[in-house]
């Protein structure tokens, strides 16, 4: 009974894993878009999101293997491909913040790195690997990746070391998720060359560990000034924000579910359904809440845009509001709606300042007009305005 519980845990935490990968390639898949609507053509952009596309194809790669039950040299094969792509979006934007160029002798070291990993994997790979080596071909594979491991970290702390102050905000997060990409495969790496197989737990927290560092990497896409005042409209952000975070809380729910299955007895399967369905009815009745909604909106406009409002929307939104036809004594009515529905104020009232210096609700939307509520001019009131 305990081996069956284990067993299910087991294979609940491979779905996790399988997930996790597919969660990852998506983000990254979005990062390039992001990147791609920067109308700034720099080498340095569209390095990463060349690097965004690969680590992309390679998480799904990744989730095929898994599911094919490929050998761990294929695995070693995708992550080389990946760490070149970064290498080389690392090294413009070396060039780009710091404004200057890798020195030629590191540039050759990091080259000679990558290309002698290759050379392993190639000859390990192939017919050649019946060859016999002082060492197995996984633990040279392993040691070949471990040292363009290495030059990539190298490369992170070169970028956000030599960055001035003002482009360190830019490119923070960027470093810190790349960071944690990059530790993560050097410890992957290191329990290979060290046993000749890979690390059970850290395969599993592999597609976790590298959603982690594509919301990381995501936060600096969309702090870039040039990427989200172009074309990341707001409503883009919120749905996306609400997306990724109920994903993740989905997630979090359906590893307690799994957990309660592997060790609820008979009613493992019952609690398991309960705990889904429950916490599915909970995010969707959050993002269908008006108050949990505005909150969101407001975290989004203060931390991921400069300006409060997009007052092209705004304005487009107020004209589109006062030009619909209506009849004349609706007019003020129709002007009290359009003001309030761009502070999303669930109603509103509309004063008329008068020839003896007095303001008079002439129209209400949402809210009984107040009877006999003639405001002076000069009342503390009006003076907040």
Request: aromatic share 10%.
């Amino acid at each position: 009974m305990r081996a069956t519980a284990q067993s299910d845990l087991l294979h609940s935490f491979s779905q996790l894993e399988v997930s996790g990968h597919i969660l990852s390639a998506l983000l990254f898949v979005l990062i390039a878009v992001i990147h791609r609507s920067n109308k700034r053509r720099a080498a340095h952009n569209l390095a990463i999101q060349l690097a965004c596309l690969v680590t992309a194809i390679g998480e799904f790669s990744k989730t095929i293997h898994y599911l094919e039950h490929v050998n761990i040299l294929g695995h070693l094969t995708i992550s080389l491909t990946t760490l070149g792509a970064w290498l080389i979006a690392l090294a413009l934007c070396i060039q780009q913040y710091t404004g200057h160029r890798i020195h030629r002798a590191l540039q050759i070291v990091i080259a000679c790195t990558w290309l002698s990993a290759l050379i392993v994997l190639v000859v390990t790979s192939t017919s050649l690997s019946e060859t016999r080596f002082l060492l197995s071909r996984e633990t040279l594979a392993a040691i070949s990746l471990i040292l363009v491991t290495l030059s990539g970290i190298v490369l992170i702390e070169q970028l956000y070391r030599n960055a001035t102050m003002s482009d360190r905000d830019n490119i923070k997060y960027l470093c810190l998720g790349l960071a944690i990409l990059f530790s993560f495969d050097l410890y992957d790496y290191t329990y290979t060359s060290l046993f000749s197989t890979y690390d059970p737990a850290a395969r599993t927290a592999d597609g976790i560990i590298t959603l982690f560092s594509a919301v990381i990497i995501l936060l600096s896409a969309l702090r870039s000034s040039t990427s989200h005042a172009l074309s990341f409209s707001r409503p883009m952000a919120f749905y996306s924000t609400s997306t990724i975070a109920g994903g993740l809380f989905l997630m979090a729910m359906a590893i307690a579910a799994y957990y309660v299955r592997a060790h609820g007895g008979s009613w493992g399967n019952t609690i398991q359904l309960i705990v889904l369905f429950s916490t599915s009815a909970i995010v969707f009745a959050l993002l269908i809440s008006r108050n949990t909604r505005r909150q969101l909106t407001v975290f989004i406009n203060k931390h991921f845009f400069s300006h409060k409002y997009d007052y092209r929307h705004v304005w487009l939104k107020l004209i589109d509001t006062l030009s619909k036809p209506v009849e004349q004594d609706d007019f003020y009515q129709r002007g009290s709606k359009a003001v309030a529905s761009i502070v999303e104020s669930p109603g509103g009232c509309l004063g008329v300042h008068n020839k003896d210096q007095t303001l008079a609700p002439v129209a209400s939307w949402n809210m009984p007009l107040p009877d006999h509520a003639i405001i002076a001019s000069d009342s503390p009131f009006c003076g907040r305005w």
